[in-house]
Every structure is written in C-alpha cells, then in structure tokens.
C-alpha cells in the first residue's frame, strides 16, 4: 500500500535531481533577527554556505531630502534631527556647519564656546551609540549578560546628556550661529566623573573581548572583508577603520573643535582582522578615546558667548559639509539660493556607502553568522531611507486615519471575514 | 592652512592635464574644489586622480535640478587621499546630463565599483540614467511606484508645496483687485 501512495506523489513534476538548481534562494528580511529596522536581503546559499546576498532597501521611506526644501534653515535642523533617533546630533551639526559655511562668505563665524559644545554632545553621541551596538552585538552572539551590563553603563551617557540637553533622544542643541544652551559648571563636574566611570568600565570590557573565548570563537574569522576590497566598494567609518584603512573624517578632514589642537592629540583607531572581531575592538577604543577627548574640551572649554544672531538669507554657495557620525562619513550637500530656504540638501549616509561591503562579507560565510555580519557595520536604516510619497490610489484607501484600536480590530475582523483563505 | 595653497596645486594640476576639457574649476572654501567637465570625461578626470594621488575614496553622488532646469550629478570625490597628519583633498565633480527628458550620463562603475548604490538612488530619485551600470534597478522608491515619476525633480510638487503656490496665486489676486 505504501509502496503505491509514494509512486502517485512521485510524478516527474519536480524534475530530476541533476537538473535542480544548486543554489536555494532564503529571503531574510525585511523582518528579521538582527535588526530591529527593516531591510531585505536575498541571500543565494549552497547548503550552509552563503554565495551571494542581494540587498533591497527603502522600507523606511519618508520624504526628508524633499520636505527641507520647504522649510526655512531653523525649521530643517529640527527635521535632519530626525533623520536618524541615535545619530541625530551628527545631521544637525551637519547641517549647521554647512550654513555657517555659507555664511562666512559674508563674513559671520560662531563663537568658538559653541563649536566646542557641539563637538562635547557629539562625542557624547559616539559613546552612546557605540555602546548600544555593543549590546546589540553581545545580544546577537548570544552573550545577553554582557548586553544588560554595557546597556547599563549607556545610560550614565543618556543621563549626561539629558542633563545638559533636556532630552535623551533629539537634543536640540544646535542653533545657526551657535547653541541653545550653555554648560554650567555643576554640569562640567558631574560629566568629568560619569566619563572616569565609563572608561574604566570599557577597559573591562575591552579585556573581556581580547581574553574571552565565548566573544572571539563566535566572531573570529567571519564576516570578513580585506583592505583591497575595502577600498574599492568604499567602505567608510568603524567598517573600513577595522579592516586597517586609516579613514577618520575628525582627522582627515576637520569641523570645528576637531581643527583646533585637539588635532594634536587625536588618534585614529585602526586593526588588522578584518573581522567581525576588528570591528568589535575598533568600536570598544573608540569609545575610550572618545571619554578622553570629551574630557579634553572640557578642560579646555573657552570662554565667551554661545550665540550670536546669524543673517536670516544664505548666501548663494555650494557647500559640502563632510562629518565623522558614530557609523562612519555622514555628507550634507547644500546649495544655498539667498533666501532663507535650501535650494537643494542633499544627504548621504554611512550605512548607503558600507551596504556594499556588507554583501560582500555575507559571501563565503555560513547562514547562521549572517546575524552578526549584518549587525557588524551597525546598520541604521532609518539614515539611509529618506523619501517617499504615497500615489498609489489603492494604498491611500487603505489608509485608516483617525481610528480607535477597537475600530482598527473590528475593521480587520471584518476585512478576514470577507477575504477568507487570504494568502500574499 | 587657509591660504588654499595646495588646493591650488591640484587645480594647476588638473588644469596641465585636462586643458580645455574642464569646463569650470575654482577654488571657495579651503579643502574643496568645484569642477564641472563634460559627460564621458568624468571617468577620466577618476582615472587621472588614482594614478597620480592614489585617490580611491568616492564619498557620495549628489543630484541636482538646477535653476536652468539642467540635471546635474555631482561626484564627490576625494581627490588627494588623507596622508600622514595631511588632510584630505575634496573635488566636487558636476557632470550635465544633455537634456531633461532622456538624462543620461556615462556610469563610473567601470573605474569605482563602490559608485554603484549612490548611483541606483541617484536614479530613483532624480531619474538620470547611467549607461553602462551593471544592475539599474529600484532601490529606495516602491516597486510599485510610476516609472518616470522623480520625486526629486523640482516639477514634482509636493502637497505643502501645492497649497503654497496656491496661497501665493490668491494673494496676487487680491491685491491686483
């Protein structure tokens, strides 16, 4: 009877195995493990092994590049802020530098306290950001002790900054022709502490990744991407300084405090894995060196004024404004027209330049360390998803404004109810 | 540093090389040039820059509807790599495309491979087509979004922009009444 039943299922629809193909393609995303933002990637693999990964972005779509055109410079440093919700500050300082770059064609420069200031937060931004890929990372191996304790240590960061800023996620803090708010002394003594604190906790941390063997089993050798190849996919921040590529926009090419002399003491962090293991190390000194230099300007904050009122039109200026955000180069183009609104803005992110590389690493490993790879050039792909405009007709019927949950749960009961066996 | 000595000597540089084929090169802010070349010539000017500099970082492309109404890309380019304690050099390089309906420009895959993912976005949102580009796919709009729709393009308007020019035609209105 058996027998029978398998030789009617077996009908030659399937083909024969030689002529299958020997690749299998496993869509991973746009929900998927590692990453809480949607992205979508095609991977092609030979049993574990992957041979090629295709990436699809654009899930998070909204519009900005377009709408700041709309808006006056005041207006857009409170849209680029929202850009991104971790590497917000980098989009306005962004932003910021360009007009006040524009601005210096007639003669108006910010007062020097300001760009120590706004240099202070972004260092700050740095350290919070690179913690909490950390986390993530530590999460992604497996390692959730290490995740709850370094996302501990973050939050003397998000308290620092709310202190000086009033707010833990978009600070606000920058203002053409300066900042809106100044550091008091209290503020001053309380961040020198909370920064001896966060640099004796990373030297820990930093031990445990050199030593541990949990950490440097599950991230040695994997995801890795040479210097060469590096260089020809141009590869950018964190991403190309651990495959050894001394590319730092702070030191190459200076924005405000960073081209005074704190110059001098700057140090580009480098390794030479090429793993996901450089990518871990260069990340943790980072951090260290960032508690350094915020400890630096302190120490060396200037006095003086931290506003001064800027003219309300921009001159007419192409202006590139290059800036190291936590994930690697962060580009504002702007063409200014003399009025109070960008012509043009436009705005490229690290994650758009490193997401090449990242097809390039998934290559050659197996399915299961793609999570870490993914996780390993800290993807933000709110950053580097920016537009879109609804004009599907259909897509706008459904879209269902002003409706209580119950409404919204009775609505999809009912819309079930009428579409029964619906499949996508 | 603000005396935009070595700037100038890329731009003399480019100038003994290229001749008459840069069709506008100057020197505002320290640390970037602005250039304008005609369209197959850019790959050159990339060519030229790797051999002599050992450039290789392509930073971003830009695009931009101009108030001509040209499309225009713009590489940025690092010109002379960052060396030592030397800073880097930034070229910002326009290229024309001929004309607004069939916007199209030579692809700089071929010379940088890493220009691929800036040039697919540049094609979605402005719509200049690179000849020669090994996938030209949808990146960041829908699939399902209306082919020849740019949003980027200034006669793409949008809702606020709409309403704008509205209350401006019914304040010309009123005050020629």
């Known amino acids: 009877m058996a027998e029978k039943k398998i030789v009617k299922v077996d009908a030659p629809k399937t083909g024969c195995v030689a002529c299958m193909p020997r690749t299998m393609e496993i869509p991973l995303g746009p929900q998927h493990p590692a990453l809480k933002e949607p992205e979508h990637f095609l991977l092609e693999v030979e049993g574990e092994v992957i041979v090629n990964a295709t990436p699809r972005i654009g899930y998070v779509h909204r519009g900005i590049e377009k709408l700041a055109e709309t808006k006056t410079y005041s207006q857009n440093l409170t849209l680029v802020e929202r850009v991104c919700g971790i590497c917000s500050h980098i989009h306005s300082i962004s932003l910021v530098n360009a007009t006040e770059t524009a601005l210096g064609l007639e003669g108006f420069k910010p007062p020097e306290r300001a760009e120590y200031i706004r240099t202070i937060v972004s260092e700050l931004e740095r350290i919070h950001s690179h913690i909490l890929w950390f986390g993530v990372a530590a999460h992604e191996i497996g390692f959730d002790t290490l995740f709850m304790l370094s996302w501990r240590d973050r939050e003397l960061t998000m308290d620092i900054l709310e202190d000086i800023s009033g707010n833990r996620v978009n600070y606000a803090i920058n203002e053409v022709g300066g900042t809106r708010r100044d550091l008091s002394e209290k503020q001053i003594a309380r961040m020198n502490k909370y920064m001896d604190i966060t640099i004796k906790r990373l030297k820990r941390y930093t031990e445990i990744c050199l030593k541990e063997d949990t950490i440097r089993l599950r991230t040695q050798g994997i995801g890795v991407l040479l210097p060469s190849t590096a260089k020809k996919l141009c590869a950018v921040g964190p991403t190309a300084r651990a495959s050894g590529l001394k590319i730092d926009i702070r030191y190459d090419d200076p924005y405000n405090a960073y081209a005074g002399p704190l110059r001098d003491i700057f140090n580009v962090i480098t390794y030479d894995t090429n793993d996901v293991f450089s990518r871990v190390v260069v990340r943790l000194l980072e951090i260290i060196e960032a508690c350094k230099y915020v400890k630096w300007l302190l120490a060396n904050l200037p006095d003086g004024p931290v506003f001064i009122k800027p003219p309300r039109k921009v001159p007419e200026a192409h202006v590139l404004s290059r800036t190291e955000a936590p994930r690697g180069e962060l580009i504002h183009y702007l063409w200014s027209n003399n009025t109070n609104k960008p012509y043009r803005l436009k705005i490229t992110t690290p994650t758009l330049a490193n997401i090449l590389s990242v097809a390039e690493m998934l290559k050659g490993d197996y399915i299961a360390d793609s999570t870490i790879t993914l996780a390993s050039i800290d993807p933000c792909f709110s950053c580097e998803d920016r537009i879109i405009t609804i004009i599907n007709k259909d897509r706008r019927k459904a879209k269902v404004d002003n409706l209580t949950m119950d409404q919204l749960r009775k609505y999809s009961r009912e819309w079930h109810a009428k579409n029964k066996r619906w499949k996508k | ?177």
């Not at chain 2, 890329?10 to 320290?30: M, N, Q, R, W, Y």
Request: net charge negative; hydrophobic share 40%.
């Open chain 2, 1 to 177: 540093m603000s005396d935009l000595k070595r700037e100038q000597q890329v731009v003399d540089a480019l100038k003994s090389h290229f001749g008459e084929k840069l069709l506008s090169i100057e020197t505002t802010f320290p640390r970037r040039i602005d250039c304008t070349v005609k369209d197959p010539d850019h790959l050159e000017v990339f060519k030229f820059a790797k051999e002599k500099w050992k450039a290789w970082h392509l930073i971003a492309i830009s695009s931009v509807d101009t108030p001509d109404g040209v499309i225009a890309a713009v590489y940025h380019f690092d010109i002379v790599p960052p060396h030592g304690t030397e800073t880097a050099i930034t070229l910002n390089l326009r290229v024309d495309a001929p004309n607004r309906e069939k916007a199209e420009i030579t692809s700089a895959v071929s010379v940088i491979p890493g220009a691929q993912f800036f040039e697919r976005e540049t094609h979605d949102l402005m719509g200049i087509y690179f000849k020669g580009h090994p996938q030209l796919d949808r990146l960041i709009l829908p699939d399902d979004f209306p082919d020849n729709v740019h949003p980027l393009r200034k006669d793409f308007l949008l809702e606020i922009q709409k309403e704008e020019a509205a209350k401006k035609a019914a304040r010309a209105a009123r005050a020629k009444k």
